[in-house]
Every structure is written in structure tokens, then in C-alpha cells.
């Protein structure tokens, strides 16, 4: 019985250390994030690539997600233009190859 209770409490330590939270960040960077509806994990995972709360939330709102947001950006890419060019109809190599022709995708009125 007492491994038992021994192995469950070690179980809880390791997944209470694994779950994600909000260590890094400060109180107004935080409530920046509560703000738009992030929780932890989420907050992370967009921090770690290098997005703030404000950044994140655009591009969200833009229909991307932390990878698709990642890969345009490092591409120098920011919300507004990454839109215009996937809303066109392009991927992301197209988009590269097409920019640096100088050329850019026509909007739809």
C-alpha cells in the first residue's frame, strides 16, 4: 500500500512539473494573454516563436495557426500581408518566389 500511495504521488509531481504555465511571463504580460483567451500551453507556444500577445492575436484572427503564423513570418511576412497572399491563393513558397519578383497579389473589392 505504501508503494502504491509512494508511485501516485511521485505520478502527480511529474505531471504537475510537465504541465505547462505561465513561468517567464509577468503579471501585465499574463493578463495580456488571459486577455485574449490564452491559457497557458497556448501562451507558450506562441511566445516560444517569438510572438507577443497582441502579434498572436492577429494572427489568430487571421485564420492561422502558431505553425502556418511561424513559417510566414519567418519569412518576413507580417499578418496583413500573409493574408492578402494566402487569400490569393498562394503558398507560402509561392509567395516568397512572387515577392522578391516585386510583384504582389490583387485584392478582391
Request: glycine fraction near 6%; include cysteine; charge should be negative.
Given at each position: 500500500?505504501?508503494?502504491?500511495?509512494?508511485?501516485?504521488?511521485?505520478?502527480?509531481?511529474?505531471?504537475?512539473?510537465?504541465?505547462?504555465?505561465?513561468?517567464?511571463?509577468?503579471?501585465?504580460?499574463?493578463?495580456?494573454?488571459?486577455?485574449?483567451?490564452?491559457d497557458p500551453t497556448q501562451a507558450q507556444n506562441w511566445r516560444v516563436r517569438g510572438f507577443d500577445p497582441a502579434g498572436s492575436d492577429a494572427w489568430i484572427k487571421a485564420n492561422f495557426d502558431v505553425?502556418?503564423?511561424?513559417?510566414?513570418?519567418?519569412?518576413?511576412?507580417?499578418?496583413?500581408?500573409?493574408?492578402?497572399?494566402?487569400?490569393?491563393?498562394?503558398?507560402?513558397?509561392?509567395?516568397?518566389?512572387?515577392?522578391?519578383?516585386?510583384?504582389?497579389?490583387?485584392?478582391?473589392?
Amino acid at each position: 500500500m505504501k508503494k502504491l500511495l509512494l508511485g501516485l504521488l511521485v505520478s502527480l509531481l511529474v505531471a504537475c512539473a510537465s504541465a505547462p504555465s505561465w513561468q517567464g511571463m509577468s503579471e501585465r504580460e499574463i493578463s495580456q494573454w488571459k486577455a485574449i483567451g490564452f491559457d497557458p500551453t497556448q501562451a507558450q507556444n506562441w511566445r516560444v516563436r517569438g510572438f507577443d500577445p497582441a502579434g498572436s492575436d492577429a494572427w489568430i484572427k487571421a485564420n492561422f495557426d502558431v505553425d502556418t503564423a511561424t513559417i510566414w513570418a519567418k519569412e518576413s511576412f507580417n499578418v496583413d500581408e500573409a493574408q492578402v497572399w494566402r487569400e490569393a491563393g498562394f503558398e507560402i513558397d509561392e509567395a516568397v518566389t512572387n515577392r522578391s519578383k516585386g510583384l504582389t497579389p490583387v485584392r478582391a473589392n
